[in-house]
């Protein structure tokens, strides 16, 4: 109970204090007109109040990532709560709120654009294929786990897949609200409805806060329970607990929805709430999800603390099982009984659909704007998002496991070019003449993390355990080889590079 307290209220402090500074390094002009005023269309450029902005970003990043992520990541141990807590005031926090401000100031560009304009051309091409496999990945990973628990509250039509049922009318079902939210001006379903979503995904994280410390306190994970690798697989807690973690620490996929609000803010003040802001209090969420993860399945008859038993009770499924869906359910019932098992699972599914919607209008807008197509006539946007349903409708049939983690691979590694291109903003045009360092440390640190994820991990290169350190050398040589191409690039931005 004491690690929770502590990183919870670590949590809060850093928004105020960490926050406030992100912000000055930034150096905001409250007076400049943003481009939901000076590009008002009525479909994507909309003006919206504060709080709505908030809560509709908060829904956006949320979905399953910090849920479904913690819950994966607090199989390594308690040190999930160290990566959560510092991750999110020290990377993620800085990701959401540059990636948001940075399209402001560009005018409410996409991702893609606004880090092809600071890392070039080539960056520019590149991001753009990453964020839409990304984002792909992300909404067929939004699909398929909503439709699981709206099956287990009310059982439809499934279809027998490679000795799985898949919940075929639920995932219609949703993918049918996905068809509306992608096209429809963003004020009509997304800035309307979730407000509703984002009090019953409070409601959920509260209440099973709650009952964890009020009824559970004493077996809750704690970081004298020591930091060593719990993951029964043996998989190394670097760089795979950074990646399996992804949205409740740092996520790429935060940049591709903040230009989405980014297009709706009226004024910048409002960045760091919504931005910064959103960020904590995701990470909060996946707080409380990784310590009720730890906590529910305590067995002291079978001498299993917390995690043991998380451990055990994944033994008895196989690989293809969509587990954290499975989690979420067995806790959401056990702790708030038959209604508030319900909404808070109805919570837990609201979270990803509106985050799925949300990434198909990103794929959306991205593709319009690097092929300049108009997206205010209705038949325009349904020419692009049309071939985007068919992806990841096709995707839904790959076993969930696979997806998610290449979901979470390119994830991370979409963050790291984004925090890049804010290293570089940030030293052309920052507040603060060291204040780079905001982005820069956390862009060497996700560097690291996914190089050597891709050669270590089982779904890239998969190095063997003996030869792992290959893979740390490898990530520790590009590492290095980034900051020194920063490090030249600004000695020529100042004109006082040695000569050879």
Request: with cysteine; hydrophobic share 55%; proline share 5%.
């Amino acid at each position: 109970m004491i690690t929770f307290l502590v990183a919870l209220i670590v949590l809060v402090v850093g928004f105020v204090l960490y926050g406030t500074f992100v912000e000055k390094v930034f150096g905001i002009d409250p007076k400049a007109e943003t481009p939901a005023i000076t590009k008002n269309d009525g479909v994507d450029f909309v003006p919206m109040s504060g709080w709505r902005i908030f809560l509709v970003q908060f829904l956006n990043i949320a979905g399953l990532g910090p849920i479904f992520g913690a819950i994966m990541g607090i199989f390594f141990g308690p040190a999930a709560f160290l990566w959560i807590v510092f991750g999110t005031i020290f990377a993620g926090g800085v990701h959401d709120y540059l990636s948001g401000m940075l399209s402001l100031r560009k005018g409410g560009a996409s991702l893609p654009e606004v880090v092809g304009s600071e890392l070039g051309t080539g960056v520019r091409v590149f991001m753009r294929v990453l964020s839409l496999v990304l984002l792909l990945l992300l909404t067929t990973t939004f699909l398929s786990g909503p439709a699981t628990l709206l099956q287990g509250l009310a059982p439809l039509s499934t279809l027998p897949f490679h000795g799985r049922a898949l919940p075929i009318a639920w995932l219609l079902i949703i993918f049918a609200y996905y068809a509306m939210a992608t096209v429809l001006p963003v004020d009509k379903l997304i800035g309307r409805f979730y407000p509703i979503f984002g009090a019953m995904l409070l409601f959920m994280g509260a209440g099973i806060a709650i009952v964890m410390l009020t009824q559970h306190g004493s077996a809750m994970p704690e970081l004298t329970d020591g930091l060593q690798n719990r993951k029964a697989d043996g998989l190394p807690i670097f760089p795979m607990m950074f990646v399996s973690i992804a949205c409740g620490a740092i996520s790429g996929f935060h940049g591709t929805q903040s230009p989405i609000m980014s297009r709706c803010l009226t004024n910048e003040r409002q960045g760091r709430w919504i931005f910064y802001g959103a960020m904590v209090a995701e990470g909060i969420l996946a707080l409380i999800w990784a310590a009720a993860a730890g906590t529910f399945f305590a067995d002291p008859e079978q001498g299993l603390d917390g995690i043991g038993g998380l451990q055990a009770f994944a033994s008895h499924y196989d690989r293809g099982t969509n587990l954290p869906a499975l989690i979420v359910d067995r806790v959401s019932r056990s702790w708030l009984g038959t209604v508030g098992g319900v909404l808070a699972i109805i919570g837990v599914i609201a979270a990803p659909i509106t985050s799925g919607d949300t990434a198909l209008r990103s794929a959306r807008l991205i593709v319009a704007d690097f092929l300049h197509i108009d997206q205010k006539p209705k038949m325009k946007r349904l020419m692009i998002a049309l071939p985007l349903f068919l992806c990841v409708f096709g995707l839904v049939f790959v076993n969930f496991e696979i997806v998610w983690r290449y979901f979470s691979w390119t994830n991370q590694t979409l963050a790291m070019f984004t925090l890049w291109a804010g290293t570089v903003w940030l030293y052309k045009n920052g507040a603060n003449k060291f204040g780079y360092l905001i982005a820069l440390i956390p862009a060497l640190f996700m560097t690291m993390v996914s190089t050597s994820y891709i050669l270590i991990a089982p779904e890239g290169f998969h190095l063997p355990e003996a030869y792992r350190w290959i893979g740390y050398a490898v990530a520790g040589v590009v590492t290095a080889g980034l900051l020194a191409l920063f490090a030249r690039w600004t000695c020529k931005n100042q004109n006082n590079c040695p000569r050879a």
